[in-house]
């Protein structure tokens, strides 16, 4: 599986982050143990030296790198993988309804925590809510981290979920 230039050219314009590069490999997913090496090792290329923010996240199968200019988090989970049961633990009421689906709600949280590390992070992601959920297509919507200010964070955030067979993905960006 790799996201199409499409794709990511359509990420870049919904997160207003023209810069943002997303490379995907499978020998990057969690069943391979040198994939935290491999991760490391492309990130330090891709990078060359330069001051940028990236985030990386795997899952069995799968890895996922974004790099950007501006605060980026990214996830990636087997959507299937995802319970409604832990989601309601770490999540609102409110949220977990307002939600397009468990897997969607917790790859929006875990991007936002890891784009908030220059910020004030937060200790867990049930600290974190996401709303203002907005359907682009059947496989896309986007959303907002809602609170923050709560982690002195920039007010102005984008953020999108992808799914694709088998898997939900989401980035998150401060681009500002």
């Known amino acids: 599986m790799t996201l ?11 997160l207003r982050c023209p810069d943002l590069q ?7 997913g969690s069943h391979n143990p040198q994939h935290r090496t491999l991760i490391r ?18 899952c ?9 200019s501006f605060p980026v988090g990214v996830d990636i989970e087997i959507t299937d993988r995802v319970q409604d049961r832990v989601m309601a633990r770490v999540s609102s009421q409110e949220e977990f309804q307002a939600a397009p689906s468990s897997a969607s709600l917790w790859c929006a949280k875990e991007a936002c925590f890891k784009a908030l ?8 992601i049930s600290q974190i809510t996401v709303g203002a959920w907005e359907k682009i297509d059947s496989q896309t919507e986007t959303y907002r981290l809602s609170n923050s200010s709560d982690f002195a964070a920039p ?6 979920v992808l ?14």
């Open 22 to 28: 997303v490379f995907m490999k499978p020998e990057w």
């Open 41 to 58: 090792e492309e990130i330090k290329f891709l990078m060359q030296g330069r001051c940028l923010y990236s985030s990386i996240s795997h």
């Open 4 to 14: 199409s230039q499409s794709v990511i050219e359509s990420l870049q314009k919904s």
């Open 163 to 176: 799914r694709v067979p088998e898997h939900t993905i989401s980035f998150f960006v401060f681009p500002s």
């Open 117 to 124: 590390r220059p910020f004030q992070q937060p200790s867990v």
């Open 60 to 68: 069995h199968g799968m890895g996922l790198v974004a790099i950007s």
């Open 155 to 160: 007010s102005e955030n984008r953020g999108v």
